[in-house]
């Protein structure tokens, strides 16, 4: 028995509207995570210079703490360990007029722990309130 004479075959249809409707969510999407920005500005040709730039003179103290104990400001020694001695030091290594300098302190590694001290309590005497560390790289 043929039961499927009598009717005629339907043809297959893909059903667009769905995804119509997924695509225009995902535009409206990407449409509003969008940043559109505006980048304005105008073309300038600089004029060039053939003249060496000016080098620039690094405005730092440099502070070495040795093994012992002792303090060099510059590579001048303290003759004193105490903290008004180094303060003093400290300041009259700081140029006048300019911009407070950076205290870079290089201690040796079998140092003191209360010497490294004094000596950041000395620059904050002098009123320089920039101090920095230096390394060796590692081997």
């Known amino acids: 028995m043929d039961f499927r004479k009598g009717r005629s075959r339907e043809e297959l249809e893909i059903n667009l509207i769905p995804l119509i409707d997924v695509l225009l ?11 559109y920005s505006r980048f ?8 060039t210079s053939e003249s060496p730039a ?3 003179v690094p ?3 440099d502070v070495a703490v040795t093994a012992t104990g002792d303090v060099l400001v510059n590579r ?3 003759g004193a360990r105490e903290i008004a001695a ?3 030091a400290l300041r009259r290594a700081a140029p006048e007029g300019t911009k407070p300098p950076v205290v870079v302190i290089s201690a040796d590694a079998k140092a003191t722990h209360q010497s490294v001290i004094d000596v950041m309590q000395a620059a904050q005497r002098a009123g ?3 101090v920095t560390f230096a390394t060796q ?3």
Request: proline residues 8%; hydrophobic residues 50%.
């Open 25 to 35: 969510v995902i535009i409206i999407f990407l449409m509003l995570t969008t940043t």
């Open 76 to 78: 001048r020694p303290v």
């Open 86 to 88: 180094i303060a003093d």
């Open 128 to 130: 320089l309130s920039s």
């Open 40 to 47: 304005s500005g105008l073309e300038i040709n600089l004029p």
């Open 54 to 56: 000016a080098p620039e």
């Open 137 to 139: 790289a590692g081997k």
């Open 59 to 61: 405005n730092e103290i």
